[in-house]
């Protein structure tokens, strides 16, 4: 423990903290497609946002860099090893219904209210203010610390990207841009495509199915990958069985399930629309997939050749499947939790082509590989083949690695509350660093205002949140 009281340090400061906290929340640090030019590739906005963080590096003694405006970057102390801070100045659109103006940064009942507030100028901020304290009381260091800040963490991280292209590495480090205590673990994300031809199909040589009693026209349920869809409607041709028997049958497996749904007659054909709950796709055992509840009435139908296959795989691969057991992936891991398998876009046309679109986030300990040629190799049987739309690969810090360690003590000094530390199965700026934890700002117990109206951060947790990022600081760097 060092002598600093790192919190009367920071209320020394707490006046400019709180004025240029709320100077900077007044920047619309918006992506801006219309102010893009050289220098300011995600508009105006964010450029003057990066500026106002440079600027405030700059004039507490650090040097600085801009990289392009893609990113930029403030460094101060000395020595091999380079500690990261890694934050981002751009935040998402506003929205409607704010009680003060999005841009204002009125403080309201001790909470700074703002766009960005809380994810995350607020605490970039806080960050710059630590190391400002650091800087300020003159403490020797070992290590360089440096900031960077990101400009499009809400759209495409190509910031990071084209700011790592050229630029060190950190050694180690953190973002304050998620929750305390400490997030060292996230789980490997992915979004993949299973995707059926018709021509794919016909080559399967499937012979006629007999007996049908519906063609399955189309189907349709989600919009995102990474939610639980809350919507499907599937068209069906009567052909062995009328409509109003379709009709009548589905209604049965409504009332039987207690699902919400309802059913149409359009021009001959029969319309089936369900209802679901849409949650994040990061566990959709918590919501109910509409898409797979509708596809699992459509099984108890004797179909078409090829609407028979689509409906049959997705009944027995995906439907209340969250953790791919059925398919043979399932894979739990004691430190990071399951691999978890969202269903999020579904389609089905008749004339074109069917589709599946997951969300599968996996922990370390299984291997993306093995489980991915397992799941193309089941799809297969249908003639679907397997597209990785993204990847990103599970990022993990070692429990026993000082980063955490370190940042663990610190807190319990700073708040007197034991550190626990967190595996996620979402993403963290974290994870742009080879060795990179999130720390903060969101204290346990405190509501999650990002991306939301209203949104804040509690001048006292803005406070307290310099003073562990201060101590942070010093202890990483000394
Ligand atoms: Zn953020």
Redesign the pocket.
Known sequence: MTSVNWLEETNKRKEELIATTQQFLQIKSVLDPESVREGAPFGEGIRQALDFALGVCEKAGMTTKDVRGYAGHAEFGQGEELIGIL??VDVVPEGDGWSTPPYAAEIVDGRIVARGAI??KGPTMAAIFAAKIVMELGLPLSKRVRFIFGTD??SSWQCVNTYFETEEMPTMGFTP??DFPLIYAEKGLTDLSLRQTLESFQSLGKPAAENVEAKLVSLQAGLRMNMVPDKAIATLAPIGLNSEAIAQSYRQHLDATGLKGKVEEQDGLVVLHMEGVSVHGMDPSKGVNAGTELIHFLRTLSLDERGAVFVGLADRYLHKQYYGEALGIAHDDAEMGALTLNTGVIEYDEKQDALFRLNIRYPHSVAFEKWSAILAERFSEGAFSLEVAEHLTPHRVDPNHPLVTTLQRVYTEQTGEEAGIIAIGGA??GRSLDVGVAFGPLFPGRPDS?HQRDEYIFVDDLIKATAIYAQAIYELAK
Do not use: G, P, Q, R
């Open positions: 934050s981002h994810d995350d963490e809400e841009d998620a963290t700026y990002a």
